[in-house]
């Protein structure tokens, strides 16, 4: 399939496929990032509450001059936050300085105490009923709510009470990290998937593979493009490639069309160079019923 330039959520609305993800972006940096991605043609931005930088991006936002109803953005719950989704909703609409979020994720199904310990005494399912209520008491102010690192396993249990199917599943997503089963999942349920680490994280081996190179050198495009490109010749997904190098941010942007054979070429990565950039385990629950990480 041609490349998109963006997917229809559940909801109707329009989510552009490439967006600037500002995980590791720091402030002082990151307003000058998401400044000059919206003034040469970006239109979606990813931020969370865990990076620390929702302040500085809606800085970036106001100084590129483009009115907020023309930018898709998205923040996340932070994992100590999940007691009190309400007051965290607001802490972020306050620092993006915006009226609104046009998506909203939980962040890891992975409650936290302040002091980065597992929280075992929350559900994060409670969490999830209680963005289900904001989102339908406030959808002028909630647009969509998703979710974030969530497993084939751990959507079952969310689906069987869910009132609101998540518009979004944002998941580590590489040649060497393709999560089949949550990818056919979630495009059974009408759920989109984001793409994050796309390259693989910093400095990845991804980016001087033979099969990757092979194909940027076809189309004359950096490995990077290719990686990218590869999220938006798939339905139903978008993709978060960052950077706070304006070079870069420029580059990023240019997706290429990939033929069904080069699709499977990059899949068949996996099979012998498999990694997760971000595994789960970090937050002191385990794998959260990924098969990889079991």
Known sequence: MPATTSVTLNTGAIMPTVGLGTWKSKPGQVEYAVEF?????????DTAAGYQNETEVGQGIKASGVPR??????????????????????????????????????????????????????????????MEDLHLAHPEKLKAIGVSNFSVEYFERLLKVARVVPAVNQI???????QDDVVEFCQNKGIVLTAYSP?????SPLLKNETVTKIAAKYGVQ????????????????????????????????????T???I???????????????????TGFGGLGFPDCK
């Open 264 to 282: 499977g070429e990059l899949h068949d990565i996996d099979k012998t160079h498999h990694f997760r950039a971000c595994h789960p385990s970090w």
């Open 199 to 203: 390259l693989g994280s910093d400095n």
């Open 260 to 262: 069904p054979g080069e």
């Open 172 to 178: 580590e997503l590489h040649p060497s990290c393709p």
């Open 37 to 45: 991605a919206l003034k040469n043609g970006y239109t979606h931005i």
């Open 69 to 130: 109803e023309q930018i898709f953005l998205t923040t996340k719950l932070d994992n100590p936050d999940q007691r009190h989704p309400e007051k965290a909703l607001e802490a972020s609409l306050k620092k993006l300085d915006t009226p609104y979020l046009d998506l909203w994720l939980m962040h890891w199904p992975a409650p936290m105490t302040r002091d980065g310990k597992p929280d075992m005494g929350h559900d994060w399912l409670n969490t999830w009923k209680t």
């Open 223 to 258: 490995p990077a493009n290719v990686l990218i490109s590869l999220h938006a010749n798939k339905p139903m997904h978008t993709v978060l490639p960052k950077s706070v190098t304006n070079e870069r941010i420029l580059n990023n942007a240019k997706i290429i069309d990939l």
